[in-house]
């Protein structure tokens, strides 16, 4: 059973609005939390992760906020661009760090 | 939902030998699978791609001898590093598909350990 949902397939957003992307897990033993962006074509780009002792972490454009009693992430970003347009991943492991678990991806088009 | 699974999680081998690595598709059948490395903190490298029954198609960079993949079914694919070096040491994660442009289901990764 999936450990990590991204229950949103696809998501359009206009150009300059913010993009929220949203990421449930399953399993309390997950403490460390990561995003990542592919293009088609190439594997997924790291783009920015929380551990569980955050609640919000952010760079740049691009914040994650961790809700643990909600077993959920967000991805927020502000101002979306034509180029953030991509799928994105979310991920979780555990202290040990030996397994990731992977959603299965939202498709987010950002609409000049 | 589509669940996919590698054996073994976590795996120590010696300098020189040679260690396969399985990926399953346990409830679709995968038309193609991926295989990724990944570094700590870093981007996950797509190392090939895998469609049941053909020659997988690595990406630059790649040694093709040295990581040999075998997609034998739809429901498994190998990985074998041969002749393991410690630089090999890292995690590697496959994804499986059960069509083109269809979702990505990740299987949950294995840690080599080249020692």
């Known amino acids: 059973d999936q450990q990590v949902k991204q229950n949103s397939p696809s998501l359009s957003v206009q150009e300059g609005r913010i993009s929220i992307l949203n990421c449930d897990y399953t399993n309390s033993m997950f403490d460390y939390f990561l995003w990542y962006k592919k293009y088609p074509a190439e594997g997924p780009t790291f783009l920015i992760s929380?551990?569980?002792?955050?609640d919000k972490n952010e760079d740049g454009r691009f914040t994650v906020f961790l809700n643990k009693s909600a077993k959920h992430l967000s991805l927020h970003i502000v101002p979306s661009q034509p180029g953030d347009s991509a799928v994105y991943f979310c991920a979780a492991s555990d202290y040990t760090g030996n397994q990731f678990y992977f959603g299965t991806g939202t498709s987010l088009t950002v609409i000049p | 939902g589509a669940v996919v699974s590698q054996h073994p999680s976590w795996v120590i081998c010696k300098s020189g030998t040679s260690v396969k690595i399985e990926c399953r598709s346990l409830d679709f059948q995968a038309t193609t699978m991926f295989w990724y490395r990944q570094f700590p903190k870093q981007s996950l490298m797509l190392m090939a791609t895998?469609?049941?029954?053909?020659?997988?198609?690595?990406e630059q960079g790649v040694e093709k001898d040295k990581f040999l993949i075998n997609h034998a079914s739809l429901t498994l694919s190998t990985l074998t590093v041969t002749s393991a070096h410690p630089e090999d040491s890292s995690f590697y994660i496959c994804?499986?598909?059960?069509?083109?442009?269809?979702?990505?289901?990740f299987g949950p990764g294995t840690r080599l350990t080249v020692t």
């Open positions: 994804s499986a598909t059960r069509q083109v442009r269809d979702e990505q289901y």
């Open positions: 895998s469609n049941e029954g053909s020659k997988a198609t690595y």
């Open positions: 929380i551990s569980s002792i955050k």
